[in-house]
Nanobody, 122 residues
Framework: QVQVVESGGGLVQAGGSLRLSCAAS????????MGWYRQAPGKQRELVAE???????NYGDSAKGRFTISRDNAKNTVYLQMDSLKPEDTAVYYC????????????????WGQGTQVTVSS
């Protein structure tokens, strides 16, 4: 069984910062990526940032220059430092393990957390 648990969301004023954390646990053999997506009301879920297994990173356009993703491989934990937040960053932020292989299951699949709310007031 794989668990993905996010933390660190909350309410912040525009221009402020937040740091999200995501910890994955369970019998995880390996994964292709670990990262953050977000979904605002009435909008599609979009990539915020991800770390690929080799260490490279991808950022969504909205996150470039303001957000930084980092990963602690030993702890299967990924962090998202969000600076210069804007009201349009308000969304539920989801952590995802991409193409994870786990003990007892054939093939890989994505695993999602329950999400953490980020609200940026103007």
């Amino acid at each position: 069984q794989v668990q993905v648990v996010e933390s660190g969301g909350g309410l912040v004023q525009a221009g402020g910062s937040l740091r999200l954390s995501c910890a994955a646990s369970g019998s995880i053999l390996n994964m292709h990526s670990m990262g953050w997506y977000r979904q605002a009301p009435g909008k599609q879920r979009e990539l915020v940032a991800e770390v690929i297994s080799g260490g490279s990173t991808n950022y969504g356009d909205s996150a470039k220059g303001r957000f930084t993703i980092s990963r602690d491989n030993a702890k299967n934990t990924v962090y998202l430092q969000m600076d210069s937040l804007k009201p349009e960053d308000t969304a539920v932020y989801y952590c995802m393990l991409g193409r994870a292989l786990v003990v007892g299951r054939l093939g890989s699949r994505d695993y999602w957390g329950q999400g953490t709310q980020v609200t940026v007031s103007s």
